[in-house]
């Protein structure tokens, strides 16, 4: 079940978090993983990784705003099963507390990066007869987060962007699907802890474990597990669908 075997996947922010995660168990289900990393020291460990359990993959040096480098990463590439939209970064404040250089940063990253990586992807994925693309969103998609203006409007962008590319592009077989995590304990999260509350980490830690209804936040390895049952052909006939992993924080 769920396997990746033969699978070409491409993984966005594939160093750290999420997106390491995602990328080691494709790998060890088979798939041929392509990380495109602005830390590609990170990334390097993580291909070690793989391959050390028989995995295969690359690290691409690309920073997912700048279309031509995607671009040119992607035709490198050439063949692409599987493309999942995981590189992002947050940004802490109201519409107040938001400058113009923040607001621009956040959408680069986070929209726009997504989009280059549709545009270089999706021709590839035509040619090749079809393709499954997966976009990391947030619950920040779903909710007002209180003081992540900038964060909840990329996110919501990743939210509609994936109904759009599902529905324009069913008819090649492109399948497009989102996941929409609450908090998950990864670099992203101890990075916000600790530059914002210093000293006070493991409190803070609790607090924001346990503001989840599930009471902790989740790990890593439960978002992936979702990828890959969504990046695999056994999910076939899933596309246009956004799945909150959020441990009862949207509807408890
Ligand atoms: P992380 O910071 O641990 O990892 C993100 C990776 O993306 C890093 O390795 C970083 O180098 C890379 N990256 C950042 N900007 C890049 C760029 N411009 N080009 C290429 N690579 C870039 O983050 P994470 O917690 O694993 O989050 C991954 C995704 O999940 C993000 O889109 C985030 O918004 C989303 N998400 C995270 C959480 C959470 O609580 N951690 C919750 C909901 C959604």
Redesign the pocket.
Known sequence: MFSLKNKVAVI??G?????KAIALLFAQQGATIHL????TE?ADQVIAEANSSGGKGQVHA????NQQAVSNVFNQIGHIDILVN?????HVGNVENTTEADFERVYN??VK?AYNCLFAAIPLMKAQGGGVILN????ASHVGITDRFAYSMS?GAIYAMSLSVARDYIDHHIRCNSIS????H????D?FISRNYPGKEAEIFEKLSKSQPIGR?AE?SEIAALALYLCSDEAGFITGCDYPIDGGFIKL
Not at 15 to 19: P, T
């Open positions: 966005t922010g160093g750290s978090g999420i997106g495109v990393e602005l830390n990170a690309a920073d997912v705003s995981n590189a992002g970064i947050a990253v986070n990066g990391i969103a947030s619950i996110k995590p609450a908090r998950v990864t670099p992203f999260v990075g936040m890593p």
